[in-house]
């Protein structure tokens, strides 16, 4: 518990300390996140906050995490490295989509190949169980692409990312304490420390995002806190047993996520690219509904827990039945948010719910010699 506490301390202060230098440094430099049509801020504010949050995450993680015993967390860290400058370059210089999607396969093809972070079952999911190698490797790196990118797309309102990546951090760090898994307990928990630092900053009226930088390495440690979690704790010899590790894994990452699952199927329906942007996520709906930036950010760690808790509720009914209740649940919410916003845009404006006339079209069919009925 020392090594857990002296850990996360040190990274919650290294990014406290940070992040106030750095946003004088951004503003000096005028390293701003300018405002814009698809942007939620009016002013322009500093958007170099991962570089604070990795610098808290390398420092205590090089100091506290036994390397000796745990060989794999060199190869976290070379992954760690590669997100972080493919975020710091997006940030300043702006990349395309294939670039970060080759950054991010390379991140995620290192800690697979070399830190054995691998899916290698399905855990019974619509029965299916051990997963063959050729199955595997696409897998993982598709699911961890996901998860990278998950975090990357829910960091819209001040505080949102940070918030969501506390609660799946600390849950994970305390999983993985309980089972007496230290090298994970202090990444879980050292990121924690981190993200505690950068929100004292980025609360609404936010000074600083964490920008590409430390969405994307956000969304690596959870990647790769998720993966691990999912497998250990299925083990037959393990502390601490989750017959539905999946489930219960799907749960803690469920906001993002979903919402990143969400808006990607929506695109690929309409024949966009699942990585153009637009304002379909539930941050977006909520704001709509007239919620502040604290009000969503409350209002989503507020639903991430309960997924967490309804999960371990649904541990009886397997994985299948427990991860299709999740999605239920979430489906159905979301239908709740998008109606109570169309009823809420009716009434601020009546016209809305009246068919439009399009006249260039009548005056084709006129062409074309229809007679429409206000014709006769």
């Not at 400058?85 to 697979?112: H, N, R, S, Y």
């Not at 649940?329 to 169309?342: D, Q």
Request: charged share 10%; aromatic share 12%; net charge positive.
């Amino acid at each position: 518990m020392d090594k857990i506490l002296l850990s996360s301390s040190l990274s919650f202060l290294i990014t406290y300390m940070s992040i106030p230098i750095i946003i004088t440094v951004a503003e000096w430099k005028k390293l701003y996140d300018s405002p814009g049509p698809r942007k939620l801020h009016n002013t322009p504010i500093p958007s170099l906050g991962g570089l604070g949050i990795f610098a808290g995450l390398a420092l205590a993680i090089l100091l506290f995490v036994p390397f000796m015993s745990a060989p794999e967390f060199q190869y976290f860290f070379a992954s760690m490295l590669v997100i972080f400058f493919l975020g710091m370059k997006d940030d300043i210089l702006v990349l395309t989509p294939i670039k970060k999607l080759l950054g991010q396969f390379i991140a995620a093809f290192i800690i697979m190949q070399k830190g054995g972070i691998k899916i290698h079952s399905m855990y019974g999911f619509f029965g299916f169980n051990e997963l063959p190698e050729i199955m595997s490797v696409p897998f993982t790196i598709f699911t961890i692409i996901v998860i990278v990118n998950s975090f990357n797309l829910i960091d819209g309102v001040d505080g949102l990312a940070a918030t969501l990546g506390i609660i799946t951090t600390a849950a994970f760090g305390l999983f993985f304490y309980s089972a007496g898994d230290l090298p994970y307990a202090l990444l879980g928990f050292i990121t924690t420390g981190s993200l505690l630092g950068f929100l004292i900053f980025n609360q609404a009226p936010a000074r600083i995002f964490m920008g590409d930088t430390g969405s994307l390495l956000l969304g690596l440690v959870n990647a790769i806190l998720v993966i691990h979690f999912i497998s250990s704790a299925t083990k037959p010899l393990a502390p601490i047993q989750l017959e539905t590790s999946a489930a219960i894994g799907f749960s803690i990452l469920m906001v993002p996520l979903f919402d990143t699952l969400r808006v990607f199927s929506l695109r690929v329906l309409k024949g966009r690219s699942p990585l153009s942007p637009d304002q379909k996520h539930l941050h977006h709906l909520l704001l709509d509904l007239g919620f502040s930036h604290t009000a969503v950010t409350y209002t989503l760690a507020a639903a991430n827990v309960l997924f967490i808790l309804l999960a371990f509720v649904l541990q009886g009914l397997g994985t299948t039945f427990s991860i299709l209740i999740l999605v239920g649940v979430a489906c159905l919410g979301t239908w709740f948010l998008l109606y109570i916003r169309r009823v809420h845009q009716e009434r601020k404006n009546p016209q809305m719910g009246i068919p439009t006339i399009n006249m260039d079209k009548i005056q084709a069919f006129r062409k074309k010699g229809v007679i429409l009925p206000e014709d006769n």
